[in-house]
């Protein structure tokens, strides 16, 4: 699923080519995963005029000149990418913007992906229930978010969306591994140094990661439909079995919180 790095590349691509336009027209080739629905959803958009694509944690917002907003969550597979007028439908896709001279096409092979049209008061209260950014604070402040609950697992607090925004299971596995923690080790195990250490390792990943435009290991591509080039700078995400690149233990893959975890036996206390 795209995390922070891939909805970053995506957003600052679409900021470039639709902030200041209006949307034109919309056609739903496929309804049921906007809101809302239908006829409704083209009405409210049509005539509309984007001010600027935004991103918040793993959401890609178009805020309107009038304060509203639609927030897009791509989740597993979804896709957004800049087309020309000239462009033929196809299988998954779900919704065709037409966006001054171009044309924007939202894509959505396993259909999870939402798009909600929001007033600035929903838009706040969505943005209420996130963690902060983990490029706008701090080390030392995302260090203060892993403290507690004491119990809680380390990999599990990484990819809660109130607890830090835009971490997903890519980026948790690469910061863990960076910062030579193990993933099942409970907060309450970890010392002041570690957490630390975390915090640099996620800014670090995420901050390579969105200038190497993210990660294609799934079906991620980004506005201009390429694929991002973080993926051979992995050090155990997809790597089960393959030598660590720091010591030559063959990863492990387990699952934690439901997720396919990797990790480095030997390399990560
Ligand atoms: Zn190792």
Redesign the pocket.
């Known amino acids: 699923m795209p995390e922070l790095p891939e909805v970053e590349t995506i957003k600052r691509q679409l900021n470039s080519k639709l902030a200041g336009l209006t949307i034109k027209s919309v056609v739903i080739l496929k309804s049921g995963r906007e809101k809302p629905e239908g006829n409704k959803f083209i009405k409210v958009l049509t005539g509309k005029k984007i001010k600027s694509i935004d991103r918040r944690a793993k959401l890609i917002v178009w805020k309107f000149v009038d304060g509203s907003a639609l927030v897009t969550h791509l989740k597993m597979t979804g896709r957004l990418i800049v087309v020309d007028e000239n462009y033929k439908p196809q299988k998954h896709d779900r919704i065709i913007f037409e966006i001054g001279p171009q044309h924007l096409v939202w894509s959505d092979i396993r259909q999870f992906g939402h798009m909600n049209y929001l007033t600035s008061n929903e838009l706040n209260a969505t943005y209420d229930k996130l963690g902060p950014e983990p490029l706008e604070i701090k080390p030392q402040q995302i260090a203060e978010l892993f403290k507690k609950p004491k119990t809680r697992k380390v990999k599990v607090a990484l990819l809660d969306q109130s607890t830090l925004a835009g971490v997903g299971n890519i980026y948790a596995d690469e910061a863990l591994f960076r910062a030579q923690i193990k993933p099942m080790r409970r907060l309450g195990q970890i010392t002041a140094k570690e957490r630390l250490a975390l915090a640099k390792a996620i800014q670090e990943i995420l901050k390579q990661a969105i200038k190497l435009k993210g990660t294609s290991s799934q079906d991620y591509v980004d506005a201009n439909g390429e694929q991002g080039k973080f993926e051979k700078m992995l050090n155990v995400y997809g790597r089960k079995n393959l030598p660590?690149?720091?010591?030559?233990?063959p990863i492990v893959r387990t699952v934690v919180a439901q997720r396919g975890t990797h990790y480095?036996?030997?390399?990560?206390k």
């Open positions: 660590c690149k720091i010591c030559g233990t480095c036996s030997k390399c990560q």
